[in-house]
């Protein structure tokens, strides 16, 4: 877990880059090369438009996702401040209880995403539902807010669970797997350059599932920032 972690949050994707083409020069050294023929040329040229063909709107889906999530948590920091404000306009013993369970709850998510939190928001909720004061029209306003808050959270939960389905995996692994194998085995004209060509290309197209995996998990750097406006709540006075 910790070296899944390691990979997923440490290493640069300009590394995987290096580290991929330099790996895949050392393979290229050693396998056998093979020149293809018109129909080998063709199963080729089928599997890499596939493999584009597949990869392409499952990326796009990702960062879309990821959009959606950025916009989410803003619409719930919004959520949120509007039930501090409300808040102000109450008793403030109640107004100190709402400060401290939004508070809790913010540092929760925003450590722990959309899996974390929900007993802090459970909290929080049961604040707003059980007041007892006497100030109605801003404790009317805060149960529209959390009612909204709710179903936002509900949304940004949907999206957080919706990574990479396996079958999607294991359809991108076969493509991608025979993509490469084509690219190492293929003989080339005794050129220097041309050497390092495929190399390079196998790079690239590892770097694709790469960036698919970074994306999936929310480690990509586009998903880095989605839970700074919660973190900016939780810290602060």
Known sequence: MKLKHFLLTRVRLTQYLFIFAVVFF?????????????????????????????ISPIINAQR??????????????NKLEELLQYSRRMEPEFHAEIDTAIKTYSKAAAKGGADAGKS??????????????DVKDPHKE???????????????????????????????????AITIAFILFTRLPEIAFLQV???????????????????????????????????KIASRS
Not at 64 to 77: A, K, S
């Open 120 to 133: 802090e928001f459970v909290s929080l909720v049961d604040r707003i539902v059980g007041y007892k004061g």
């Open 26 to 54: 050392v393979v290229s050294l050693f396998l056998p090369k093979i020149e293809l023929q018109g129909a080998a040329l063709t199963l080729f040229s089928v599997n890499s438009f596939l493999y584009g063909f597949y």
């Open 64 to 77: 879309i996702r990821i959009d959606q999530l950025h916009r989410l948590v803003v619409i719930e920091v």
């Open 142 to 176: 805060m149960l529209k807010s959390v009612f909204v808050a709710q179903q936002n959270r509900a949304e940004i939960k949907l999206l957080v669970d919706g990574k990479v389905f396996s079958n999607e995996w294991i359809v991108m692994t076969i493509l991608f």
């Open 197 to 231: 060509i495929p190399a390079i290309l196998c790079a690239g197209l590892s770097m694709l599932i790469v960036i698919l995996i970074k994306m999936s998990t929310l480690t990509h750097k586009r998903a880095k920032t989605i839970w700074v406006p919660l973190e």
